[in-house]
Nanobody
């Protein structure tokens, strides 16, 4: 199993930046991908971005491409999500997740709230 702990959420004004971090522990050698998802009130959880643990290759949702940047630090088993040019529609609980077998995200963090005011 892999345990995930997010940090860095909070309140920001539109146009500002926030940085989220996710620290992984446990069977980190089995991580295939790490991803960020978000869930806004009354909406389904949606994919935001993922990163290959081995190559560092990212994949972004269209809604955040060009504004958000994911990075990883394998030595610290940590991923970061730099969120720039924030919009009110980015308001959501952001979840970090780990994909351990290349198919589904089976390990999830507790979530961190991001609120963007206009």
């Amino acid at each position: 199993q892999v345990q995930l702990v997010e940090s860095g959420g909070g309140l920001a004004q539109a146009g500002a930046s926030l940085r989220l971090s996710c620290a992984a522990s446990g069977r980190t050698s089995s991580i295939y991908n790490m991803g960020w998802f978000r869930q806004a009130p009354g909406k389904e959880r949606e994919f935001v971005v993922a990163i290959s643990w081995s190559s560092g290759s990212p994949s972004y949702a269209y809604s955040v491409k060009g504004r958000f940047t994911i990075s990883r630090d394998n030595s610290k088993n940590t991923v970061h999500l730099q969120m720039n040019s924030l919009k009110p529609e980015d308001t959501a609980v952001y979840y970090c997740a780990a994909n351990l077998d290349g198919s589904i995200y089976s390990s999830w963090g507790q979530g961190t709230q991001v609120t963007v005011s206009s």
